[in-house]
């Protein structure tokens, strides 16, 4: 199958291609058609099911660029102004239509005809939404949306100051790699301290969003909101006790090796103890990697990297950065983290990062650009609903890219040696990232399990279980504060609450591709398309079965994975030598 990257935006039938949505009143007239419409036919049915899609397309990119340019600019008020009236004033008149408009769907007498194995999903998602609607839920709902959006203002405007030099604390962090032990140890200590200085106001933030979401969940007929978001993410193919088993075979396959890594970069430093300062550092006379100078520079280098790997892949980011759709380097100002965004009508997604010169930023980009080939592969899916996939196979897409890409790192690299070693430094993170994930996924079900718990309680479990997964390599004496208050640095638990279990999963998958791609790197990248194309057409296992995967993140396959890797990791090591 050919691919390409040419895409086009959605053309409008139903809406006029003029529209631009100011107000509900522009959008109501819409809706009401949709509602009222009579349907005498199958044909008819899918004909408005069509017109269902464009119209949440219209609405979802709208949205979506809000977010964008709030993001870029949080010190911009009427950005967020902006984005807070949609939040506020539109979306929660959407909510009750969108309901009445999933009601008459499944009760049309002609929803029977429609291919229900094309339509599986996508209905499946629609009685989802059904069961979940509560109309007492939408102004909870609109100020979470707006409130989950202050972690990023707050902490975009967190800066400290190195060398007489103001930095963004993504900036500040390429120290950590200084071979001055000193310096990195004081950078590490102001970063965190800047972190301190806004904890009670993250601490409140986050409490009475949890209060909150708890409200949305009872509202809704649950226990907690850990069960409703489970059911409100569509995670069908696993449970709460598969998560729990998950946390224990990390602990049991995975943070032995971890612990390995850091015994190794101990030796390596020639340290007696290693602190949390000096797992990025390496040994005196080796500079720290530095991949890239400018984002121009950074797209550049992964353009060709891409290219080397599969032209359509290069294209894809072509094509973003021909439609100014990447906003790459950190700045004052600018919200922490990186995304890609789906623009549902345009069909180009925007990549969103903080980059600083690492080799980090390397794999964030070629991360988000394995996300955004998955939105240029389903653009043209038939609905806007086909396209609403399974996040656990989304970060398959960017995390597979990630491993894929190293083949052709020496686009970054002149020298063989950084090449191995930037190498090897992505395989250990690939390893060391399980027991992070293990830390916030358990963390998240211990809070919404437990929702009228205090903040000194909360400390105190965030501590208790990071201690759980922490490898023993890492000493961390003296630095109780900063530890208390660590999950702070995690966007997903104010913005994405329960969206974390998925990088594990997907990691594992990842790895089960990379290892097909060192078997055969043409067919490798074939099951990839295969499974990103089918968008959310398909279940959850049946996209991994397209990948030429097993939907399995048990103990077994966990070990099997680990042993891959790190079989992988001893080779290059020998390389080194």
């Not at 807070?84 to 929660?92: K, S, T």
């Not at 806004?198 to 969940?217: C, G, P, Q, S, Y």
């Not at 925007?350 to 690492?358: D, K, L, S, T």
Request: hydrophobic letters at 35%.
């Amino acid at each position: 199958m050919n691919y390409s990257a040419d895409i086009q935006k959605l053309p409008r039938h139903f809406l006029p291609k003029e529209l631009v949505i100011t107000n509900w009143e522009i959008l109501e007239p819409f809706f009401k058609n949709l509602d009222e419409r009579i349907i005498s036919s199958h044909s008819e049915l899918e004909q408005w099911l069509k017109d269902v899609s464009e119209l949440e397309s219209v609405i979802s990119e709208d949205a979506c660029w809000r977010q964008i340019r709030m993001t870029c600019d949080t010190e911009n008020k009427d950005l967020e102004e902006a984005f807070n009236y949609f939040m506020m004033q539109i979306q929660p008149k959407i909510q009750p239509y969108s309901d009445k408009l999933n009601h008459k769907l499944v009760e049309s007498p002609y929803a029977g005809e429609l291919d229900q194995q094309k339509y599986f999903t996508y209905l499946r998602n629609i009685k989802k939404n059904i069961d979940l609607f509560r109309e007492a839920n939408i102004p909870l709902q609109a100020e979470l949306n707006v409130m989950q959006q202050q972690f990023g203002v707050i902490t975009g405007k967190m800066t400290v100051n190195v060398k007489g030099q103001e930095y963004t604390l993504q900036q500040a962090a390429k120290f950590l790699e200084d071979p001055d032990r000193s310096l990195r140890e004081e950078v590490y200590r102001k970063i965190c301290e800047r972190r301190l200085q806004d904890k009670k106001v993250l601490n409140e933030l986050f409490t009475i969003m949890l209060r909150k979401r708890h409200r949305v969940a009872i509202n809704a007929g649950f226990e907690n909101f850990r069960d409703y978001r489970f059911v409100e993410m569509g995670r069908f193919d696993y449970t709460k006790e598969d998560c729990s088993r998950f946390h224990e075979a990390v602990k049991l396959h995975v943070l032995p090796l971890v612990n390995r890594i850091y015994e190794n970069k101990k030796k390596k430093l020639g340290l007696d103890s290693l602190r949390p300062w000096d797992v990025e550092a390496e040994p005196a006379g080796v500079q720290p990697l530095r991949p890239f100078k400018t984002g121009e520079e950074l797209i550049e280098k992964t353009v060709n990297c891409f290219d080397e790997l599969y032209e359509f892949f290069g294209d894809c980011l072509r094509k973003m950065k021909s439609m100014d759709h990447l906003d790459l380097e950190s700045r004052k100002g600018k919200a922490p983290g990186g995304y890609n965004c789906p623009l549902a009508e345009s069909g180009a997604p925007f990549i969103f990062m903080n980059a600083v010169g690492q080799l980090d930023d390397v794999t964030t980009l070629v991360h988000e650009g394995g996300h955004a080939i998955q939105s240029f592969l389903t653009h043209d899916l038939e609905l806007n609903g086909f396209k609403e996939y399974p996040t656990e196979i989304a970060e398959v897409a960017s995390m597979a890219m990630e491993l894929f890409s190293m083949n052709h790192w020496n686009v970054f690299f002149d020298d063989d040696k950084e090449l191995l070693r930037a190498k090897e430094q992505q395989l250990e993170r690939v390893i060391t990232i399980f027991p992070w994930i293990a830390v916030i996924d358990k963390f998240q079900h211990w809070m919404y399990e437990n929702p009228n718990h205090s903040e000194e309680e909360r400390a105190v479990k965030w501590v208790e279980i990071q201690e759980e997964f922490s490898p023993q390599a890492i000493d961390f004496t003296g630095l109780d504060e900063y530890q208390r208050y660590s999950w702070h640095r995690q966007l997903h638990l104010f913005e994405v609450p329960f969206y974390y279990i998925e990088y594990g999963i997907a990691q594992l998958g990842a790895i089960g591709l990379w290892e097909q791609y060192k078997q055969n790197p043409e067919n490798a990248v074939k099951n990839y398309m295969n499974a990103l194309r089918l968008g959310g057409t398909k279940t959850l296992s049946q996209l991994f079965k397209a990948a030429g995967l097993q939907f399995d993140f048990s103990g077994e396959n966990i070990s099997r994975l680990m042993r891959f890797v790190n079989n992988e990791m001893d080779g290059m090591q020998k390389k080194q030598k």
